[in-house]
Nanobody
Framework: QVQLVESGGNVVQAGGSLRLSCAAS????????MGWYRQVPGKQRELVAT???????MYADSVKGRFTISRDGAKNTVYLQMNSLKPEDTAVYYC??????????WGQGTQVTVSS
């Protein structure tokens, strides 16, 4: 089992930047994939970015070139650097850990609000 705690959400103006952090309660080295998702009221949670155990990354088309996912194994932490933020990026951002194809762990979420 793994507990995830997100931080870094805030209110920022359009064009600004934020860095989200996701601290895991145990080593992330053996977790197959970790990622960031986001959700706005009334809509389904959507994938933002993932990073696999081998280091490969994947991004939603809407954030490619603006967001970067990374990890620090020594700190058991995954980051999401968000640049050139747009009002449509406003959402609750959730950290996800997927140790295997049958198991998902989620953090409590952190609110990101981008004002125009």
């Amino acid at each position: 089992q793994v507990q995830l705690v997100e931080s870094g959400g805030n209110v920022v103006q359009a064009g600004g930047s934020l860095r989200l952090s996701c601290a895991a309660s145990r080593s992330i080295f053996n977790i197959n994939a970790m990622g960031w998702y986001r959700q706005v009221p009334g809509k389904q949670r959507e994938l933002v970015a993932t990073i696999a155990r081998g280091g490969s990354t994947m991004y939603a088309d809407s954030v490619k070139g603006r967001f970067t996912i990374s990890r620090d194994g020594a700190k058991n932490t995954v980051y999401l650097q968000m640049n050139s933020l747009k009002p449509e990026d406003t959402a609750v951002y959730y950290c996800n850990a997927r140790p295997n194809m049958w198991t998902d762990y989620w953090g409590q979420g952190t609110q990101v609000t981008v004002s125009s």
